[in-house]
């Protein structure tokens, strides 16, 4: 499941509606990551850690035919490579942005990235299918959540391909706002085929638009082939609960 993100906009700092910051301290937040995000996804019953395997940008099978040569990410706009390592943090406090891909081996699989004093449009497209196989189902929703951590609270969007007795992929969009901090998650396409594309065939995009923009994405999967042997959807009910878990713990310094 290739993943692609594009940044396409202008920075604008003649808005007065909005306070800036400087940045966001995505080193301290890498650590908490690294540390406490696994223990987590106990709210999220059977969740499947799926196996980082191969290069270093892309997962090339993650486990019972999930993921086969897919999860590369590119911040098309952020930088110029083409596909982003893991564990790539590039955090400059003089930077208008920075952005942050976690580590192989650590779960959930997440990217978290900021963009000051300025509206953007932000464009993420993927394409589905793990190694020829057909997943017999496609699901989108979105929901908010809000923390007790500092007022933080924010709108999530949620794709998942599950079915024909593999993982469930699911890849959750979300804001982190504030005070400060605002995003607008202002559209959703999803013209992905349930069975596998030509490779690179991305035709999913969401967009988000905002001033002083905290937003991530991160890749959740669930297995239990015993008793759910096609596989199923993770309930938005679980997915709630974790965003707001996960953001109301994580370690995210703004100055």
């Given at each position: 499941?290739?993943?692609?993100?594009?940044?396409?906009?202008?920075?604008?700092?003649?808005?007065?509606?909005?306070?800036?910051?400087?940045?966001?301290?995505?080193?301290?937040?890498?650590?908490?990551?690294?540390?406490?995000?696994?223990?987590?996804?106990?709210?999220?019953?059977?969740?499947?850690?799926?196996?980082f395997d191969?290069?270093?940008?892309?997962?090339?099978?993650?486990?019972?035919?999930?993921?086969?040569?897919?999860?590369?990410?590119?911040?098309?706009?952020?930088?110029?490579?083409?596909?982003?390592?893991?564990?790539?943090?590039?955090?400059?406090?003089?930077?208008?942005?920075?952005?942050?891909?976690?580590?192989?081996?650590?779960?959930?699989?997440?990217?978290?990235?900021?963009?000051?004093?300025?509206?953007?449009?932000?464009?993420?497209?993927?394409?589905?299918?793990?190694?020829?196989?057909?997943?017999?189902?496609?699901?989108?929703?979105?929901?908010?959540?809000?923390?007790?951590?500092?007022?933080?609270?924010?709108?999530?969007?949620?794709?998942?391909?599950?079915?024909m007795a593999?993982?469930?992929?699911?890849?959750?969009?979300?804001?982190?706002?504030?005070?400060?901090?605002?995003?607008?998650?202002?559209?959703?396409?999803?013209?992905?085929?349930?069975?596998?594309?030509?490779?690179?065939?991305?035709?999913?995009?969401?967009?988000?638009?905002?001033?002083?923009?905290?937003?991530?994405?991160?890749?959740?999967?669930?297995?239990?082939?015993?008793?759910?042997?096609?596989?199923?959807?993770?309930?938005d009910s679980?997915?709630?609960?974790?965003?707001?878990?996960?953001?109301?713990?994580?370690?995210?310094?703004?100055?």
């Open positions: 499941m290739p993943l692609y993100m594009t940044l396409a906009g202008q920075f604008g700092y003649g808005r007065v509606n909005a306070t800036s910051f400087n940045y966001v301290d995505l080193i301290s937040f890498s650590n908490w990551h690294t540390s406490n995000a696994s223990t987590l996804t106990s709210a999220i019953p059977n969740f499947y850690f799926y196996t191969g290069s270093f940008s892309t997962i090339n099978n993650g486990g019972n035919d999930m993921l086969n040569v897919g999860n590369y990410i590119s911040l098309n706009g952020f930088t110029n490579a083409s596909t982003i390592l893991y564990g790539t943090l590039s955090n400059t406090p003089l930077s208008n942005y920075g952005y942050f891909v976690s580590q192989a081996n650590v779960w959930p699989q997440v990217e978290l990235a900021y963009v000051r004093g300025g509206t953007i449009t932000w464009n993420n497209a993927g394409a589905p299918g793990t190694g020829g196989s057909i997943y017999a189902s496609n699901a989108n929703f979105s929901g908010s959540y809000t923390t007790t951590n500092q007022g933080r609270f924010g709108t999530y969007w949620v794709n998942q391909n599950y079915g593999n993982p469930t992929i699911c890849y959750v969009w979300f804001t982190i706002e504030q005070s400060n901090l605002n995003a607008n998650l202002s559209s959703f396409v999803d013209l992905r085929k349930t069975a596998n594309p030509p490779y690179a065939n991305y035709t999913q995009s969401v967009s988000i638009s905002g001033y002083n923009i905290l937003f991530g994405q991160m890749l959740l999967s669930v297995f239990d082939f015993e008793n759910y042997p096609n596989g199923y959807l993770i309930p679980n997915i709630n609960t974790f965003i707001t878990n996960y953001v109301q713990n994580a370690n995210i310094n703004i100055f």
